[in-house]
């Protein structure tokens, strides 16, 4: 018998419907946490409406003036203006031969209904993990090297002890990638006379935060040097580091000019983290910005076992004082000033920082969330499609949008964290 593209495809309607577009992996928390609102593009961006600074038309009236008919000082009007992004546009695509299919059997659902199980939901982790990817460092990079090598069709470098982020480099196995000189993300490495040329990973060993990259034509890696995906240079939204650590423009809205369009930064100053430098950081955000509400701070595992060990050894409260603290296996959740303190061990943030966000300040738009149907399109899209001139079918996964912070001052990031377990 026979198996269509009408046939997967039917079978993938039938069992999954829409809801595969909402199965999401534990570890992508930004995915989870920060809502998704589907936006309507102006031209080719998206725009959203800020509050940049309040109304300040004041007047008073008192003493000896009490009760007169007094002059009222000029309006000074509220200021705002619409924070400007392109949305990235991202595609998934996976293939599947005619025989892996063939052979799982004689074409009915229960022959090749596993095969078709497996491989959208390993299609929707990838897509989360890039999306996650994205919404944590769009616009500047994964990881920085530390050593240098010679120059060869293989490359084994060291990530900095502050860059590393194992969670990331876990699932980067087979991925290619691009390098740049800089942080600044002007001069790619890997191209000659400007020809991108492939740079594959082919080894991590998380134990030594030693990657291997191999490519295509002989290149040379030294210190200082950035990592980032294939062609996300100027492709991939703006992601979360990228918002805090903004000083100028971003979203066509300067920093320089509204204060309130501008994160907070605080150093640990080369030393673990404690919970005294996280009340100390969350600190600027209350004065700068306003902050009074609960908040959440991502970290890296290592900074989260740092921390597990500090309050465990100054032992200020008990089970009894849940007004102070309550432990838990996931997250803890510390009472400050401003409200409650969460702290979310995030395996793909890098090890030298953290960072302190209310989630309802930050909103994901676009047109499109993590999806197997293109919008629009309805139910005539088909999920699978015959590759041309080869013996198999494709599968995609798409996504449209952009993260837009609704005040950056109320947002703060942690750098200088030198972990004790790492």
């Known amino acids: 018998m026979a198996i269509t593209t009408d046939q997967i495809n039917g079978y993938y309607k039938r069992v999954y419907g829409p809801d595969l577009e909402r199965v999401v992996p534990e570890w992508a928390i930004l995915r989870q946490k920060i809502a998704f609102k589907k936006e309507q593009k102006l031209g080719e961006t998206y725009n959203f409406p800020v509050l940049l600074t309040r109304s300040h038309g004041i007047t008073w009236n008192g003493g000896t003036n009490a009760g007169t008919a007094f002059d009222l000082n000029d309006a000074i009007s509220i200021v705002t203006k619409n924070a400007t992004a392109s949305g990235s546009e991202f595609v998934l695509k996976e293939t599947v031969s005619y025989g892996a299919i063939s052979r799982s059997g004689t074409g009915n659902d229960e022959s090749f209904g596993e095969l078709i199980d497996e491989i959208p939901l390993c299609m929707s982790e990838a897509a989360n993990f890039y999306l996650e990817m994205a919404l944590l460092y769009g616009g500047t990079n994964i990881a920085e090297t530390t050593t240098a090598a010679v120059s060869g069709a293989t490359q084994a470098f060291v990530v900095t002890e502050a860059s590393w982020a194992a969670g990331l480099w ?208 309805g139910d005539s899209y088909d999920f699978v499609q015959q590759l041309v001139g080869k013996a198999g079918f494709e599968m995609r996964c798409y996504f449209d949008q952009a993260l837009m912070p609704k005040a950056p001052s109320k947002l703060t990031k942690i750098t200088g964290i030198d972990n004790a377990s790492l």
């Open 170 to 377: 876990a699932q980067m196995l087979n991925a290619q990638v691009d390098v740049y000189d800089t942080s600044a993300l002007v001069t790619r490495i890997n191209e000659t006379a400007g020809v991108r040329f492939s740079c594959s990973v082919t080894a991590v060993d998380p134990s030594t935060r030693t990657v291997t990259l191999t490519t295509t034509t002989n290149m040379a890696l030294v210190s200082g040097y950035v990592i980032v995906p294939i062609g996300a240079v100027t492709n991939w939204f703006t992601g979360l580091d990228k918002i805090v650590t903004n000083t100028g423009s971003l979203f066509g809205i300067s920093a320089a000019t509204y204060p309130l369009w501008k994160s907070n930064t605080y150093s640990a100053a080369s030393a673990p983290l404690t919970m005294a430098k996280i009340q100390n950081a969350i600190t600027g955000a209350v004065v700068n910005g306003g902050l009074m509400k609960d908040v959440s701070v991502l970290l890296s595992p290592y900074a989260w076992t740092d921390l597990n060990n500090d309050l465990a050894a100054l032992r200020r409260f008990t089970e009894s004082t849940k007004t102070e603290a309550d432990l838990g296996t996931k997250s803890i959740k510390f009472y400050g000033g401003n409200g409650t303190i969460e702290l979310l061990p995030h395996p793909m943030v890098k090890a030298g920082e953290a960072f302190i966000l209310p989630f309802d300040q930050l909103v994901r738009i676009g047109s499109s969330d993590v999806t197997f149907r293109l919008p629009g399109a």
